[in-house]
């Protein structure tokens, strides 16, 4: 069993930056691939960012990428997600999630945990 929090959201203007906080609970952490989803009013939760158990592989939406930045720290049981560059069509909840597997998904049903989102709003 995982638990998620995240943290870290808020208000920016565009072109600003944010750092997006992911603490898991549970001495398996380091077992589990992670990602980072959002959901903007109206629309379709979509896939951000992904990482593996052991952090050496990312991918990323291309709407996001050269902007975002996934990372994990397993020492601490946190995963990242660093966005520059900041648009305001990024206004969204962010999520992450985690799976019991090496690979991450792109698809938000393949993840057995999820936080309780944190709010993005960035302001044009």
């Known amino acids: 069993q995982v638990q998620l929090v995240e943290s870290g959201g808020g208000l920016v203007q565009a072109g600003g930056s944010l750092r997006l906080s992911c603490a898991a609970s549970g001495r398996t952490f380091s077992r589990y691939a992670m990602g980072w989803f959002r959901q903007a009013p109206g629309k379709e939760r979509e896939f951000v960012a992904g990482i593996t158990w052991t952090g050496g592989s990312t991918s990323y939406a291309d709407s996001v990428k050269d902007r975002f930045t996934i990372s994990r720290d397993n020492a601490n049981n946190t995963v990242y997600l660093q966005m520059n560059s900041l648009k305001p069509e990024d206004t969204a909840v962010y999520y992450c999630?985690?799976?019991?597997?090496?690979?991450?998904?792109?698809?938000?049903?393949?993840?057995?945990?999820w936080g309780q989102g944190t709010q993005v709003t960035v302001s044009s």
């Open positions: 999630a985690g799976r019991g597997t090496y690979w991450f998904s792109t698809f938000a049903w393949d993840y057995d945990y």
